[in-house]
């Protein structure tokens, strides 16, 4: 029997809840989307408020913030909101100078260099120290009306620890396994300070308005699992402990965990970040079916031509296998240059693939 169509009051129901449903691993209308990094600058309208503004400044001003949040949101249709903020935010009022120089990522002027710089770090309450952010939760919370959730963020512990160390990006984390390896006391320290500001952090987001949060342990990867369950796994399990009382979805997510998977799981999280170095069907595998899994999309991807686009796409789909719990998103976070239409495309193949009304 064919399906009655929706009515748009009910689509829009039906958008309201696919992402929520999803991380909760209930069936949802259709497979929701949403992408790391989508507000950035792929898109000609966070270009235009970036001519006029930098980066710490759209953060540190929340009606700004909340402009760049929703920019994505009406281009793209996405089904979850991220709040626009960066990782590294609540590492200024710790004590940390730090911007953001054209195109060369992120540049740390005091990094960590003895273990009196780890004692000297403050650990702050972010409902005084990050107010700015969360009055930006509220405002997007506002403005999208309950249309679409909103989800908050922070980096985890390691990833954070090791910008502090290096001073910014690295390949190899020498100095943050040096500091590690040498003064474990030191890092220990530095762990336990960055977990309590994260852990109150993300609680704080959550009590402004966010619907889930993100833990973004981006560079967990580089480490043996030896070494991540001894020196990180206890400060993210402190995070997710933390939240659990919580009541919303918690993402952990990181980059090149294949062989971490395990000990991702025991540290906490009900939705896992996988990239596309890790088969969906396989990590999803390894980490259980109690557990809903985002990604895994190369965003290389969305430089492919249309047929090889789509042909990635249907991938990702066919590994996920219908299952409900599959939030589907990239690997990693949108590359600068990538064209805007692509990404918009994306959401749209997503959507008709997986549609439950498809055929109506
Ligand atoms: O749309 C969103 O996803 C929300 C906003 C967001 C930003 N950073 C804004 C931003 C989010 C979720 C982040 C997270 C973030 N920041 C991570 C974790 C995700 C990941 O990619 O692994 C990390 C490691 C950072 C640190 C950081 N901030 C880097 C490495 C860079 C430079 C990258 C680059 O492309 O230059 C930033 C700067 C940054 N943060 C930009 C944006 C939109 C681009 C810079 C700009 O506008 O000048």
Known sequence: MAEVSLSSGDQADAQASRFLRACARQPADCTPVWFMRQAGRYMPAYR?????????EICAQPELAAEVTLQPVRALGVDAAILFADILLPLIPMGIRLDFSAGEGPVIHNALRTPADVDALRVVEPREALAAVLQAVRLVRRELEGKIPLIGFAGAPFTLASYLVEGGASRTFLKTKRLMYSDPAAWHRLMEKLAQVIASYLSAQVEAGAQAVQLFDSWAGALAPEDYRQYVLPYSRHIFQALAGCGVPAIHFGTGTFALLPDLKAAGGSVFGLDWTTPLGQGWQILGPDVAIQGNLDPAALFAPPQELERR???????AGGRPGHIFNLGHGILPDTPP?????VVDMVHELTSTHANT
């Open 313 to 319: 796409v249907r991938r990702v789909l066919q590994q």
């Open 48 to 56: 235009a408020v970036r001519a006029a503004h930098s980066l710490l």
């Open 341 to 345: 239409a692509n990404v918009k495309a």
